[in-house]
T-cell receptor, first 113, second 115 residues
Framework: DQQVKQNSPSLSVQEGRISILNCDYTNSMFDYFLWYKKYPAEGPTFLISISSIKDKNEDGRFTVFLNKSAKHLSLHIVPSQPGDSAVYFCAASDKWGDDKIIFGKGTRLHILP | EPEVTQTPSHQVTQMGQEVILRCVPISNHLYFYWYRQILGQKVEFLVSFYNNEISEKSEIFDDQFSVERPDGSNFTLKIRSTKLEDSAMYFC?????????????FGSGTQLSVL
């Protein structure tokens, strides 16, 4: 039961270019979406979030776009830097539901020199 | 920046043995969680804990699992009789408010290997 899907297990992007990571969800009750970044041997760290009342949220080089009708969100990183190489997890929660956050399987981003 | 601390970083155990994974959440946080990630799979919710009791648990969190906050700082996950399929990276997390609409702070994880 994959409520949050990240269909690309990996992505390679040239340094300086835009990285676009995609995420789809199936549960229409989700109303808060997050992206976490994970380096090897570390726990996930929060990157950026978006509420369902918005369609865009920007924080420096990171922008998250939400398309509720398509149940799709994406994370844009521009320009991509070597330190962005990591696994990126899309996650979602339902404010009327329980405490858990549902994660996708992650996308490994490689930034090429 | 304050952080969530987990010990040990690696734990190897024999099938059927009990293990206790330890976590020190961020001091002013009120909500505590355990997640796990089996190699190559997604990060899965196990349990949430608030006000000294479990507030939510997943179907993975069966009778073999328990959580405890024995004092004001530690938060532990106990697996009574480990199985091979319990091998995973276990992450502790905490938050100031409920997970919905709130980011979680994760520890670095405990890699549990059941032989």
């Amino acid at each position: 039961d994959q409520q949050v899907k990240q269909n690309s297990p990996s992505l390679s992007v040239q340094e300086g270019r835009i990285s676009i990571l995609n995420c789809d969800y199936t549960n229409s009750m989700f109303d808060y979406f997050l992206w976490y970044k994970k380096y090897p041997a570390e726990g996930p760290t929060f990157l950026i979030s978006i509420s369902s009342i918005k369609d865009k949220n920007e924080d420096g080089r990171f922008t998250v776009f939400l398309n509720k009708s398509a149940k799709h969100l994406s994370l844009h990183i521009v320009p991509s830097q070597p330190g962005d190489s990591a696994v990126y997890f899309c996650a979602a929660s339902d404010k009327w539901g329980d405490d858990k956050i549902i994660f996708g399987k992650g996308t490994r981003l490689h930034i090429l020199p | 920046e304050p952080e969530v601390t987990q010990t040990p970083s690696h734990q190897v155990t024999q099938m059927g043995q009990e293990v206790i994974l330890r976590c020190v959440p961020i001091s002013n946080h009120l909500y505590f969680y355990w997640y796990r990630q089996i190699l190559g799979q997604k990060v899965e919710f196990l349990v949430s804990f608030y006000n000294n009791e479990i507030s939510e648990k997943s179907e993975i969190f069966d009778d073999q699992f328990s959580v405890e906050r024995p004092d004001g700082s530690n938060f532990t996950l106990k697996i009574r009789s480990t199985k091979l399929e319990d091998s995973a990276m276990y992450f502790c997390a905490s938050s100031a408010h409920r997970a919905t609409n709130e980011k979680l702070f994760f520890g670095s994880g405990t890699q549990l290997s059941v032989l």
